[in-house]
């Protein structure tokens, strides 16, 4: 019903950028929030950020002030622009996206992309 497929992960420097992108498609207009979630070995998953439909924001506490969730409704696309990040920040993050209980849209569910790693070298 929904596709999720995450981008951007790869190797950085402590203090350095990264930007994710999470390109979503099949039902899309079934999506209402969509969220980044990571895990890091050893680690449980948690929730990083997460956006409603009409953009309300809210941030894990370790992420805040550093991290901005956003999207961009048009091109169906989920973004995750990370600053100065650091060695904690490492872990696999997948994005979620959860569907209405609407005509078409096939009941309430969620979606997970496939994961891609970030690595924060200290």
């Known amino acids: 019903q929904v596709q999720l497929v995450e981008s951007g992960g790869g190797l950085v420097q402590a203090g350095g950028s990264l930007r994710l992108s999470c390109a979503a498609s099949?039902?899309?207009?079934?999506?209402?929030?969509m969220g980044w979630y990571r895990q890091a070995p050893g680690k449980e998953r948690e929730l990083v950020a997460v956006?409603?439909?009409?953009?309300?924001?809210n941030y894990a506490d370790s992420v805040k002030g550093r991290f901005t969730i956003s999207r961009d409704n048009a091109k169906n696309t989920l973004y995750l622009q990370m600053n100065s990040l650091k060695p904690e920040d490492t872990a696999v993050y997948r994005c979620?996206?959860?569907?209405?209980?609407?005509?078409?849209?096939?009941?309430?569910?969620?979606?997970w992309g496939q994961g891609t790693q970030v690595t924060v070298s200290s």
């Open positions: 979620n996206a959860e569907t209405l209980r609407l005509l078409g849209c096939g009941g309430p569910n969620d979606y």
């Open positions: 099949g039902r899309t207009r079934c999506i209402s929030p």
């Open positions: 956006i409603t439909s009409g953009s309300h924001t």
